[in-house]
């Protein structure tokens, strides 16, 4: 069967570990139709939109993308095409596994945790206006509804995929109001999950656990910008950004994308780990039940970085972003037929 899944490049890295990851799904032979869209700079440059009509109607049809990187201006310019594709599309559900891989020696082997990232209201919802001149007003908006639908997601991921605790992160000892119903929402929904363990955390103690003992956690609930921080901080557990893998789903919709950015710091030298936009690519395979080939390619990824040999310089190797890809595909090539 012939997939069509909207791809989009974005910028900076974005076209580099793109181009990897189409390449390893070819050689795999998994049978995609790209329809290729672009987003922000890119897109800006040829249609005068940063989140243009034309990707939203594509993603429309196909339910599907997988989606490279897009930079944010910082402080000016147009607002997240991120952030504006996850509401526009009501991809209420920010998936994040962060587990330990063969042959990436970190301080926390073992580590397998799962993030669950509120993806369309908080201070995301880019509420903001000058009260007076110095005087800025940025809304943080938590909504009953969008609470408890993640909560909803988390519990159900949670005994779907046999995870035996979650952990709720907050900050309603400051906003009692805001994160407060957050936390309601999200205990009514774990009383109905009475087999899973249930307990809370304040996100700046979290932030101080996480980092001296990862293993004490399994599944972490977060309302969005918590997640957005602690998503990051898990990355370093694992061996870093070039390393950790991603989905924003809503109902009939998923958008694949890794946890990094654009990496400007790097963008173009062609040093870029594809590592965490392949496995992005694998949990898309999963929701496809292109389960055979995500095994293969799974597989060989592993061997690849166990060996050791062809790592790109995030994770201390030499190796570039073709040297690694090349290694990934030949050991596609070199597996038995499923
Ligand atoms: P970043 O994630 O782009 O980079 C942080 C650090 O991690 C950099 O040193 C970078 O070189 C490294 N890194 C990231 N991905 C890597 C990879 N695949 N291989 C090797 N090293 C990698 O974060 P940033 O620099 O804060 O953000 C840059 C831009 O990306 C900003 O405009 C930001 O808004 C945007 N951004 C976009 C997304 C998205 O499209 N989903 C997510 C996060 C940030």
Same mark, same amino acid.
Request: glycine residues 8%; contains cysteine.
């Given at each position: ?37 672009? !987003? ?29 990187? +897009? ?87 949670? +005994? ?45 103690? +979290? ?42 789903? $809503? ?15 790097? !963008?173009?030298? $062609? ?9 992005? !690519? ?44 090349? !290694? ?11």
């Amino acid at each position: 069967m012939t997939h069509e899944i909207t791809l989009i490049p974005g910028d900076g890295i974005g076209p580099e570990v793109t181009e990897a990851v189409v390449r390893v799904l070819h050689v795999a032979g998994v049978r995609i139709d790209w329809d290729t869209q672009h !987003a922000g700079v890119t897109s800006l440059e040829r249609s005068g939109e940063s989140l243009p009509r034309e990707l939203l109607d594509s993603i429309a049809r196909t339910h599907l993308a997988l989606k490279g990187p +897009v930079t944010t201006p910082i402080g000016q310019g147009f607002t997240s095409v991120n952030v504006g594709l996850r509401k526009a599309l009501t991809l209420f559900a920010n998936l994040r596994p962060v587990r330990s891989l063969p042959g990436v020696v970190t301080p926390f082997p073992g580590t397998d945790l799962l993030i669950v990232r509120e993806n369309t209201e908080d201070l995301y919802a880019g509420l903001e206006h000058v009260v007076v001149p110095g005087v800025v007003e940025s809304l943080k908006i938590i909504t009953k509804e969008a609470s408890t639908r993640i909560a909803h997601f988390a519990f159900d991921y949670a +005994v779907r995929h046999r995870r035996a605790r979650v952990t709720a992160i907050h900050k309603a000892n400051i906003m009692k109001l805001g994160d407060g119903l957050f936390l309601d929402s999200v205990r009514s929904v774990a009383r109905a999950h009475p087999a899973i363990v249930y307990d809370e955390r304040i996100v700046d103690a +979290v932030c101080m656990q996480l980092v001296m003992n990862p293993g004490r956690f399994d599944v972490l609930l977060l309302p969005n910008l918590y997640g957005d921080i602690v998503s990051d901080l898990c990355a370093g557990l694992v061996g870093g950004l070039g390393v950790v893998p991603g989905a924003n789903l $809503g109902e009939h919709t998923a958008v694949f994308e890794a946890v990094h950015g654009s990496a400007p710091d790097i !963008a173009g030298q $062609g040093v870029a780990n594809p590592t965490a936009l392949l496995m992005s !690519a694998l949990m898309m395979l999963d929701h496809l039940e292109e389960s055979a080939a995500a095994a293969t390619i799974r597989d060989a990824l592993e061997r690849v970085l166990s060996r050791g040999t062809d790592r790109t310089p995030d994770l201390g190797g030499t190796a570039t972003t073709s040297d690694f890809t090349d !290694a990934i595909c030949r050991e596609v090539e070199a597996a038995p037929a499923a």
